[in-house]
DNA sequence: TTGAAAGCGCTAACAA
DNA sequence: TTGTTAGCGCTTTCAA
């Protein structure tokens, strides 16, 4: 249905669909008939840039052009074109945040929290999944870049060498997540997973554990945290510590194999006392397991994840876990790209926003 | 940095940056300077029309042509600007998704599938949160229709009826999810609330339960099928029935309020025997407090859930449930939004995708 | 099968 | 403070 402007003759409309006494010219066509900017100028008797500045930048006209522009904003329902204005701008308040699924409860926080910091700054997310496996990442990229997004927050990973140089060439800032790097693309806030791995395994070294196992994921960052622990825990003198039983489960990770898991390793290495899981779901796993057998935690068996879920701590034992801050993070990576669309280059383009500990009664 | 054309001069770029000799022309302006579809054709030999032609409907253009184009594409790197295509096209190739929230396990499933079936045939979503409260639904609903996305998917709730009227009104295909209403906006792809409270108090009632509750969240669907518990139990005579303790939690729901819910009911109520929450992390939490208590599952007390997550399965004892096929809708509402892209007029725009029961052993 | 012209709806640049 | 002009990079329309 065409769009009704209330009391205005579109008399004066080049295209309007009404002239149709004199002949068509060569190539001109019609307009998709929604209303536009220009309709809204008419309307307030202005020209449309003038519209355009009292949608844009109200401090720069008098507040009687304002008044009127906005009445006959009001009348009209016109809802500006982002799509006209990004091209002309070369702004497309636009920023694509590229995470390896959206499943799973790791990535929700930083999603969620970029989605709306970014949309109370005026820019909408667009969504990628690049998946966990090798999959059609440079589709991916071309659609990203096809958008000329102002910014692009990566969670996870850019596996191929080539897509992050076709990122890099295309001139989009870019917010590496979730990871430290030496060599970032451009910008990075994230957080040591060896620097995690090392903690955990002091921690339960402090506890007075002596024989320690890993469940976890088989990402890649989950596997630096769980080599870095056993790294840390052999070099504490823990048993088996280099014998640390790599438990590789696919990405995501569920608690149906945090119970296998721990089912496994009883069998291969029954004096086990203490598990690391590359997440809460796996620990929680381990926990009902250990239930189910008679093990009780954390007595006999301390269970540390990783994520600290929203439910780890109203589980029975509380969950002891590694908290990461994805709020702060996406916090930061939203502000990096706002300032960067704003002109403002900071110093420092790399953050760590380290981990914490949290201590409750699983270990 | 201005981007780099192999062995092509530039020289008859109309605005290109060096021919600073002639005056500039009052109003010209410099591009952004990314390599564009006239360099491709350019390169080619061929006009930018026909370089568009061999990019979009490469069965339009000889073989040969094809192959030049290609060529030019891969030495220049080129990735066309969907800005620009959009605008003139009036094709966004963009799909507004919108939830209440990103957190929270409930909508995950359809966010994903929505976003891998889209980008395999060639759009983007773009993610929009609602919020559980009232809140600026204009200013989204305003972001959206901005970007001239070519559909939007609605789950959970548009609550204002002005919102629901200028969504309407833009002409953009619309599919709402996650529910049954009579008078969809454009098209539905949902389940009933109802039927499921109906059929709960069924089951359990044909279980033998006698004194049943809910703990449920309090958002309105949460509410439809604990309404229609209720009622239904009543009418099975079970005891209580017209007396179903309301346990309303806010939205997203937590294991932690399962745990205190279930403490609550006890309070009050002691003679319960079974218990449908609004949610599998309620049923969680119900089950962790009632073990906790020494309370045998479902000896004593039934549970059941909603959502059937991923780890329920897994839970001991494994959690009866409410299952819903996100996959399902979001393909559907996928297949909906592509088709009326496409021209394709469905007969019968509303779509009961329905639920199961999953029967385990917790109730 | 290819191309010339025009224009999608908006804003940058310049001028008044 | 307001307006004129041109053009962002692409595709539609029409013609050859």
Redesign the pocket.
């Known amino acids: 249905m065409p769009p009704h402007i209330p009391p205005t003759p579109p008399e004066s409309r080049?295209?309007s669909p009404e002239d149709g006494a004199e002949p068509?010219?060569?190539?001109?066509?019609?307009?998709?008939g929604?209303i536009?900017?220009?309709d809204v100028a008419q309307l307030a008797g202005?020209?449309?840039?003038?519209a355009?500045?009292a949608?844009?930048t109200p401090s720069?006209?008098?507040p009687?052009?304002l008044q009127k522009v906005r009445d006959a904003v009001e009348r009209t329902g016109y809802v500006?074109?982002l799509l006209?204005?990004g091209?002309?701008?070369n702004k497309s308040r636009l920023v694509a945040v590229v995470v390896p699924t959206v499943i799973g409860p790791v990535f929700q926080e930083i999603v969620h929290t970029l989605t709306e910091t970014l949309a109370a700054a005026g820019y909408q997310v667009m969504l990628g999944q690049s998946g966990y496996e090798n999959s059609r990442e440079d589709a991916l990229l071309e659609a990203i870049i096809g958008r000329r997004p102002d910014g692009v927050v990566l969670t996870g990973i850019m596996r191929s060498a080539e897509a992050r140089k076709r990122l890099l060439a295309s001139g989009i800032p870019v917010v590496e997540t979730w990871d430290l790097t030496p060599t970032p693309i451009d910008m990075l806030v994230g957080f040591s997973h060896e620097n995690i791995g090392r903690e955990v395994a002091r921690y339960l070294h402090a506890a007075g554990r002596k024989v320690v196992a890993v469940v976890g994921g088989r990402d890649e960052r989950s596997r630096r945290r769980m080599d870095s622990f056993a790294q840390e825990s052999a070099a504490l003198g823990m048993a088996a510590g280099a014998d640390v039983a790599m438990h590789h489960v696919t990405a995501p990770t569920t608690l149906g194999q945090g119970r296998k898991g721990l089912a496994d390793l009883l069998e291969r290495q029954p004096g086990i006392d203490a598990i690391f899981c590359s997440s809460d779901l796996l620990a929680l796993g381990v926990m009902i397991e250990a239930q189910s057998r008679g093990i009780r935690i954390p007595e006999q068996l301390a269970v540390v994840g990783f994520g600290d879920l929203e439910f780890s701590r109203d589980l029975q034992p509380q969950l002891t876990t590694v908290r990461i801050d994805g709020t702060g993070i996406g916090q930061r990576a939203a502000r990096f790209i706002i300032d960067r669309a704003a002109g403002i280059e900071v110093a420092e383009r790399i953050v760590d926003v380290g981990f914490s500990i949290i201590r409750r009664e699983s270990a």
Chains 1, 2 share one sequence.
């Open positions: 080049a295209d068509r010219r060569r190539g001109s066509r019609k307009s998709a929604g536009t900017l220009r202005v020209a449309p840039i003038t355009s500045r949608l844009n720069a006209v008098s009687k052009v500006p074109n006209a204005g091209l002309a701008s």
